[in-house]
């Protein structure tokens, strides 16, 4: 199902869009997010879009048509997406290729949506003073009103009662498409593959990011690493290299170097059986991958490998509030060689390097994240 959300600013587009995207299954994104991953890319399409936006100018109509078409194409988004923020012009919709299923109008009256902006609990954007607000409402009645006429021609327009609570407004849109609510559930909606997203790294390179940023997405995290740091506290143990390196020795002499894995299955199983996607947090050994695919058969297991830096990785370790001495080059090699990591991080669906800010390594995550579930 392909959607374009359309309203003025404040008309809850965005709340909308992500509530959607998790009931739906498909990715919510805006042509902001669009240019904003494009312009990462080390492509002379990449290097236009970023030196356009650092000029401060805007990308003209037929480059911006273009851009999204060819986005819109890639194979994440083959089943199905929420856009926002485009067609804003009738050219724009004319020419716009990916075959819109439907046009979800958002009516609210202008002094709502300002109220809305200008009474917001978190703190007030750079775009969102009442002249820059009132400004953007103008340019949607002059331009984007046109849009909802032509979408209405096309017998693709939804006009959807913005004033109401948002329960309210996602029910009147998920009824307008023909789609229940149930439990939770669109209740005619199936996915019958399920996934393991297996998050590996030497330590540092930002798994338990990684995890918090999954468990944002709603999905379940089983931790690998917790097992250990579990029985080392239990057991009123010092958090050095030293402990650590003997108490995994001690269990992986007990189980093998599946042994993390064989530890966790029952919790797999059990999230597995109420969820179609889970996230292990810090995969180690082959061999637990190997024991994985045998255990779970039916299973897809996706491998994402994070990489940083070195001396990064070393630096945020020693400032962390606790297992602050745990780096080194010689916990490095016992990860490698003796967890036998090195074939796992070598075999990666993905690898992410965690070099930069916060924001990047999360728009890279979301990428990963979109890729596996909506593909």
């Known amino acids: 199902m392909k959607l374009v959300l359309i309203g003025i600013q404040g008309s809850g587009k965005s709340t909308q869009g992500n509530s959607l995207s998790k009931q739906l299954k498909i990715p919510y994104l805006s042509t902001g997010h669009i240019f904003r991953e494009l312009a990462k890319e080390k492509t002379q399409l990449g290097r236009y879009i970023k030196e356009t936006m650092n000029a401060g100018l805007l990308i003209p109509d037929e480059k911006t048509i273009e851009i999204v078409n060819q986005y819109l194409s890639r194979p994440e988004y083959k089943k199905g997406y929420i856009l926002d923020g485009f067609p804003r012009t009738v050219p724009q919709a004319t020419k716009f290729q990916n075959n819109v299923d439907k046009v979800i109008y958002l009516e609210i009256p202008e002094k ?156 797999i199983r059990e999230a597995l059986a109420k969820n179609i996607m889970l996230v292990i947090d810090g995969m180690r050994s082959w061999e637990e991958y190997i024991y994985l695919k045998k255990k779970f058969p039916g299973v897809k297991i996706v491998i994402v490998s994070l990489y940083a830096d070195k001396r990064l990785r070393y630096r945020r370790i020693a400032n962390r509030s606790d297992r602050d001495k745990l780096y080194g080059e010689k916990r490095d090699l016992d990860e490698l060689i003796g967890t036998n990591m090195g074939p796992t991080l070598a075999f990666a669906d993905f690898v992410i390097k965690n070099n930069y800010s916060i924001e990047d390594f999360h728009d890279k995550l979301e990428h990963v994240y979109r890729t596996v579930y909506f593909s």
Request: hydrophobic fraction near 35%; aromatic fraction near 8%; avoid cysteine.
């Open 112 to 267: 709502d949506a300002l109220w809305r902006l200008l009474h917001r609990n978190d703190e007030t954007r750079s775009d969102e003073t009442l002249p820059a607000l009132k400004k953007r409402i103008d340019l949607f009645n002059r331009f984007t009103r046109s849009v909802l006429t032509y979408y209405d021609k096309e017998k693709k327009l939804i006009t959807i009662d913005g004033t109401k609570s948002i329960e309210e407004v996602n029910k009147s849109i998920l009824n307008s498409l023909g789609k229940q609510l149930i439990k939770g559930q669109i209740h005619d909606w199936e996915r019958k593959e399920k996934t393991i997203l297996a998050v590996v790294g030497l330590p540092g390179a930002g798994k338990t990011e990684a995890a918090n940023f999954f468990k944002k997405k709603e999905l379940p995290v089983v931790s690998f690493g917790k097992a250990i740091n579990d029985y080392i506290t239990s057991h009123k143990l010092s958090h050095t290299e030293e402990v650590h390196k003997k108490v995994r020795e001690d269990i992986r002499l007990k189980y093998g170097k599946e042994a993390l894995a064989v530890l966790n299955e029952k919790k």
